[in-house]
């Protein structure tokens, strides 16, 4: 994974590669030119462009000079404006209408709160300005959970030194930080425990089938759906067979729905109902009696929230001897005890939207939506994907996956749920939880993109699926 580093943790790799010999004002010489190149490259040449360049007091503020520096150098018109006590609001807003291009040298990751007085001015100013390049991060956004209080400018392109921030990743910091360039100033941020997936991580994590396998090498059953609710189902069992499980089992409650699920290469099992249609209690009972064909067991989405069917999701989830992927009304039943997935004695993953969590849980996903995953994955001794405009997933390690693909194109029903099918197809052919579901994430983005956004719905994704997984090398090794 592309690595992920906080503001503490970037700074303490800052100060060791200080104490190693390389001095401050080297490292400030790096990160000023590259901030430069940057500019440079967005102008498209040097003759006759005019820059600004706004710097605060501190080391985003001394980058941002080294910058304007450069550029002289090069025969840009440079105007640099200091917050501070010599600071020209008339100055500024000269300077702006005659730039083409910004520079916000302002505040760096380390930022907290919301910006008042004459930086809060700089972004008024800068709302109708031309690009604008951010050092490090735009000027506003809180480098460790991407929050953004008040005020916050709004960069076409964010210039990020060693690695990328959380801020950078997670909304609304990614909306304000444009595109983000990282360069190498020659600080070594080690192997953090937050990185970004890429292709390559897929790829990696995929396991090859052996020459000799069979379908049941790679079973999952599903237990999912109710009486009103087929779609769910369908939707989490097909998408898993793309994912590569081999035999899957799709148990619904009763006989009447599951010949409404049946007709696909999916196997369909009519489980005992209550009346309203929903899981009855002992219908866990014959799913156990079962999973020993099986190598991962999918749970939850679509079956309701009825007592009965939540007794019986909650003796699968203490009993069930496979890698578990529980989603929607599987959480549901868990209600205000998350900590009973800790007794589990096969790994767990969980996948619950922020509303999942909080019923989860007991509390709101917060602001720091990276400390709020590791929270969960801690406390149920379970991977923990946590859905959002960035998805993270992380393990009880502290390990955590940022998912850099996907989009709002996917906030439509049914797309849950075939989340929650890669994850299983993954998890039955093999795969290690935490990159089940960091992959799973990561292809799940990926195959909106091949679909098409406009008017997707959840069955295209179903049907794309093949298409994104043609392009991981490896995959049909």
């Not at 080297?26 to 498209?44: D, H, P, Q």
């Not at 496979?322 to 997935?341: E, K, S, Y």
Request: glycine fraction near 16%.
């Amino acid at each position: 994974m592309l690595p992920v580093v906080t503001p503490r943790e970037m700074g303490a790799a800052d100060r060791a590669t200080i104490e190693a010999g390389t001095p401050q004002a080297v490292l400030m010489e790096r990160a000023g030119r590259a901030v430069a190149r940057s500019a440079r490259r967005a102008l498209g040449g040097t003759y006759g462009r005019r820059i600004l360049v706004v710097c605060g007091k501190g080391n985003n503020g001394r980058d941002g000079l080294v910058a304007a520096a450069a550029l002289r150098h090069w025969g840009v018109g440079v105007t640099v404006v200091e917050l501070g006590d010599g600071f020209d609001r008339r100055e500024l807003v000269q300077a702006c209408a005659r730039a083409d291009l910004v520079i916000d040298a302002m505040f760096g990751t380390g930022f907290r709160g919301a910006l008042e007085g004459d930086p809060a001015f700089v972004v008024e100013c800068l709302g109708d300005s031309p690009p604008v390049v951010a050092v490090d991060i735009p000027s506003g956004v809180d480098g460790t959970t991407g929050a953004v209080g008040g005020p916050a400018v709004v960069a076409q392109t964010t210039v990020a030194f060693a690695a990328r921030k959380p801020g950078l990743l997670l909304e609304p910091g990614a909306s304000h930080a444009g595109a983000v360039e990282v360069v190498d100033i020659g600080v070594d941020v080690g192997r953090p425990e937050m990185g970004m997936t890429e292709m390559a991580d897929v790829t990696e994590w995929m396991p090859a089938p052996a020459p000799d396998t069979n379908k049941w090498q790679s079973g999952l059953y599903v237990v999912a759906g109710s009486g009103g609710m087929t779609g769910a189902p369908t939707f989490v069992s097909h998408a898993a067979m793309r994912a590569g499980a081999g035999m899957i089992w799709l148990g619904v409650p009763g006989q009447d729905a599951a010949r409404r699920a049946s007709g696909s290469e999916v196997i369909t099992k009519g489980l005992p109902a209550t009346g309203a249609g929903g899981l009855a209690e002992e219908a866990a009972a014959e799913v156990l009696g079962s999973l020993d064909r099986f190598r991962a067991l999918a749970l939850g989405p679509g079956l309701g929230r009825e007592d009965p069917t939540a007794a019986a999701i909650r003796r699968l989830v203490d009993e069930a001897p496979v890698p578990l992927v529980l989603d929607a009304d599987g959480l549901n039943a868990l209600a205000g005890d998350a900590g009973r997935l800790g007794s589990r004695a096969a790994p767990t993953v969980v996948t619950p939207h922020d509303g999942e969590y909080a019923r989860l849980t007991g509390r709101p996903v917060g602001d720091d939506r990276v400390a709020a995953v590791r929270a969960l994955a801690e406390e149920t001794g379970a991977v923990a994907l946590l859905k959002g405009p960035a998805t993270l997933v992380a393990d009880p390690g502290g390990r955590v996956a940022v998912n850099p693909t996907g989009g709002p194109w996917l906030a439509t029903a049914g797309t849950g749920d075939v989340l929650t099918g890669i994850i299983g197809g993954f998890l039955a052919r093999g795969m290690e939880p935490f990159h089940a579901a960091a992959a799973g994430a990561f292809v799940h983005g990926c195959t909106a993109d091949v679909a098409g956004h406009t008017g997707l719905v959840a069955g295209d994704l179903v049907e794309a699926l093949p298409h994104t997984l043609a392009e991981i090398p490896g995959w049909e090794a």
